[in-house]
């Protein structure tokens, strides 16, 4: 009787002991499957990514259509509960830009529609404006003087036809196993969204060439070398062109299938040396300039082709543009509210511009809207953290991570353009606020790769923080979600923490067809974003949010 009596109470000593165990864990497997249950049953991602899309796209920074977005997602964060709903204003200041109107046409020999899309801040035409077409066919400064006197009104072509080739596999795909092992065992510095894009140089030639293998898997050396030829003289071109009274320079794009990849206009002039960063086109002290319109590489091959058979083209544009005056860029902040913990901030975030050629779905709608909802989450299952949960969309990411490196400098008394991963906050004068602000930072989690659901997380070099995302990333329990590399990623707004030597990090994403078909390109439509990918993100990021608002330390840094 004594035995079995020992023997019970043993038993009930493991049992307790096993419970106790496991309450920390079911309870944060409850969690996880309560957020992952909401965003199945409630979702409302594709809503708020619609309407940034549909009715409020494209948002070009400094852009009314930008504060127009703006508006509404304030709104919406005020509407769910959201504290300190705000816009954070930072310059330098830009003119704002819309397009009003556009269309592009052969008109000679026949007619021939053209896709096509105005570099962003190109000025406008008067009214509709015919002419010929000429094919600027330069190779070295010598050939310019063939061409003298002969660009009046004329609609010329800047670049040589654009070479295309099959596609023998699909755009789109998901990282597979070889892939995330790859990434799980990489301690490389990876830079770009995918990888580090070369200098386009000569000098660098046998990097730029693998990349265009990338992009484009049937292109040759030889070709590789026209286009780096081509480059250097291209802002000798404009200049030339704008010189000579041009109407309109036109280029291929880079895209193929009638996508045209579409960013902003330059300023006419020489070219600059390397890491030389030029006026940009939206300051306000840049001059107004030439109309620059890129063209679907099928419909710009079309046209080069008909001159090299000695037919004469003539063309007929519409552009009307739309400037406003110079003004502040702005991000767009709001706040879950702390408890015990509140000066201490939690930050997720992505950006909020996008480019004009479509409406901003991919880059970045999808991870705005996966942000936004994740907050919505958390208030509508009444998680209360301790540290504050905040929001940052920022404006200007496209121009250089302007927003993310405005707010980081504001808050933390940093100088970006001396960002060198400092431990401590750099800058003659810093206030207590601003260094109680750096003191408490915890983390920012980015999402900017795209609609490709959550495949894990990039460590940005720091190894203090693996253990804390894989135990998370055990929790949240998708299986398809286990990867933690320590390599980073680079090209947005994360690492404007990252290089304040705050912890930021920017989750491994599936590509999809990110970087071959929607990036910057008037294919970033709502088309392309999966539902069931950006509800996945959005319950991991709310669920990782909760869990770095709640854990008992602040997030590690590096080298702590």
């Not at 977005?69 to 330098?92: C, I, Q, S, T, Y």
């Not at 596609?167 to 795909?173: K, L």
């Not at 330059?266 to 300051?283: A, C, K, M, T, W």
């Amino acid at each position: 009787m004594k035995k079995s009596l020992t023997l019970l109470c043993v038993s009930f000593f493991i049992f307790s002991f096993s419970l106790k165990a496991q309450a920390g864990r079911t309870e944060a497997d409850s969690i996880a499957q309560l957020i992952k249950s909401e965003e199945q049953k409630n979702s409302r991602v594709m809503e708020i990514a619609g309407y940034l899309t549909d009715v409020y796209g494209p948002r070009l920074t400094y852009s009314n259509e930008y504060k127009q977005a703006a508006d509404w997602a304030a709104l919406k964060m005020k509407e769910w509960g959201l504290e300190n709903v705000h816009f954070e204003k930072w310059g330098p200041e830009g003119k704002g830009w819309t397009l009003k109107s556009f269309y592009a046409e052969v008109i000679e020999p026949r007619t021939i529609p053209l896709i096509a899309y105005p570099e962003a801040w190109s000025s406008s035409l008067k009214g509709t404006v015919k002419g010929d077409v000429v094919w600027l066919k330069v190779k070295s400064d010598k050939d310019f003087d063939a061409y003298k006197g002969k660009l009046k009104g004329k609609f010329v072509l800047l670049s040589n036809e654009s070479k295309i080739t099959p596609h023998f596999e699909s755009d789109a795909r998901r990282l597979n196993d070889s892939d995330l092992l790859q990434l799980a065992n990489s301690f490389e510095q990876r830079g770009g969204r995918r990888f580090r894009y070369p200098r386009m140089d000569m000098s660098n030639f046998d990097s730029v060439f693998a990349m265009f293998k990338r992009f484009r898997p049937g292109i040759d050396s030889a070709s590789v070398v026209e286009i780096l030829n081509e480059r250097s003289l291209s802002p000798k071109k404009l200049k030339f062109c704008s010189d000579e009274g041009a109407a309109t320079v036109l280029s291929a794009s880079n895209g193929d299938d009638g996508t045209v990849f579409v960013q902003q206009a330059s300023v006419p002039g020489e070219q600059r040396s390397f890491g030389e960063r030029p006026l940009p086109v939206y300051d306000p002290k840049a001059p107004q300039v030439i109309p620059q319109i890129s063209v679907a590489s099928e419909n710009y091959n079309r046209m080069i082709r008909m001159i090299e058979k000695g037919e004469k083209l003539k063309m007929q544009m519409e552009l009307k543009t739309e400037f406003s005056g110079p003004d502040s860029a702005f991000n767009i902040i709001g706040e879950i509210k702390g408890t015990d913990n509140k000066d201490e901030v939690v930050l997720i975030g992505g950006h909020f511009d996008s480019w004009h050629g479509g409406t901003g779905a991919t880059d970045n709608a999808a991870g705005t809207a996966v942000c936004m909802e994740a907050l919505r989450l958390l208030k509508s299952l009444n998680l209360v953290p301790r540290r504050t949960i905040r929001i940052g969309l920022w404006a200007g990411e496209e121009q250089g991570l302007l927003g993310s490196r405005a707010y980081v400098d504001k808050h933390f008394g940093l100088v970006s353009s001396n960002y060198n991963s400092p431990t401590q906050p750099e800058k003659a004068g810093i206030s207590e606020e601003e260094k109680n602000e750096f003191n408490n930072f915890s983390v920012y989690l980015n999402d900017d790769n795209g609609s490709g659901k959550f495949r894990g997380i990039h460590l940005q070099g720091n190894e203090a923080a693996g253990p804390t995302f894989k135990k998370w990333l055990q929790e949240f329990n998708d299986p398809d979600a286990r990867t933690v590399s320590l390599s980073n990623t680079g090209g947005t707004d994360h690492l404007s923490f990252d290089n304040a030597g705050l912890p930021g990090f920017q989750f491994i994403q599936d590509p999809l067809d990110y970087g071959v078909r929607t990036h910057h390109s008037n294919m970033d439509v709502y088309e392309r974003l999966l539902a069931d990918d950006l509800k996945q993100a959005a319950a991991m990021l709310a669920y990782f949010a909760y869990k770095a608002a709640v854990m008992e330390n602040k997030f590690p840094r590096k080298n702590q």
